[in-house]
């Protein structure tokens, strides 16, 4: 599974630096790049990031300022050219401070710590599946839900899934004690097994639990500390379903 990433920096001369190394190491995929870090704010805010690369020294709002505002904190990585700010970024217990310029031997030691954290997390969470049959229906498919992998099949709670994120060939299954399941699947598989009295579809890349909504903002459904998009395409069915 590769770390999805964003690149955070004014000077678009130093994001294809970084850009360039990035795209040299397997293990990181750089999904989008903002030279306004309001705009990343937004992003981050609506997609699953795993790494960000920032600078420091930024208009309207500096890097340690950017982190210091999110809830929920990916891995992330201070770059600048002022290592007088290493201690306030290491306070927020970024995981590197990388000085311009940056050598790819340097960036890459960084990169390896970045992985091997990342992977140590990974660990730490239910298994990644790779069948594309994930879900298995049952006697009690109104409770829970099978999830296959090679060798083994773990029970999932229906109540205890909160929402479901498309990620091209993957589902990501988010649960309510906050953790994931990431699985080989698509969203017309899963919504056959899933109670479609709970579960609807906002978004080409969302499926929300209808018990899980906390309000709904706009065109923004808010469950626990995320903001979902609610797509053109499903707001009308959406918003007929909730009676609104």
Known sequence: MKIRTIIIDDEPLAIDVIKNYCDSIDDIEVIKCFTNPVEAMSFVSLNTVDLIFLDIEMPLLTGIEFIDTL???????????????????????ANDYLIKPISYKRFLKSVNKI????NQS??????????????????????????????????????????????????????????????L?????????????????????YVVNLD??????????????????ISETYKKQFFERIKI
């Open 115 to 118: 992985i091997h954290s990342f």
């Open 122 to 183: 990974a660990n730490l969470l239910p298994k990644v599946f790779s069948s594309s049959e994930s879900f298995e229906n049952n006697s009690n498919s109104d409770r829970f839900l099978f999830v296959k992998s090679d060798y083994e099949s773990l029970k999932i709670f229906v109540d205890d899934i909160v929402y479901i994120e498309g990620l091209k060939d993957y589902l990501k299954i988010h649960l309510s004690d906050g953790k994931y399941v990431l699985t």
């Open 185 to 205: 699947s698509n969203f017309k598989n899963l919504l056959e097994r899933l109670p479609q009295n709970i579960f609807l579809r906002v978004h080409n890349s």
């Open 212 to 229: 899980h909504i906390n309000s709904i903002q706009r065109n923004r459904v808010l469950i626990g500390k995320q903001r979902l998009p």
């Open 71 to 93: 809830k929920v904190k990916p891995l992330f990585v201070f770059t600048t050219a002022y290592p007088e700010f290493a201690v306030e970024g290491f306070e927020l217990e």
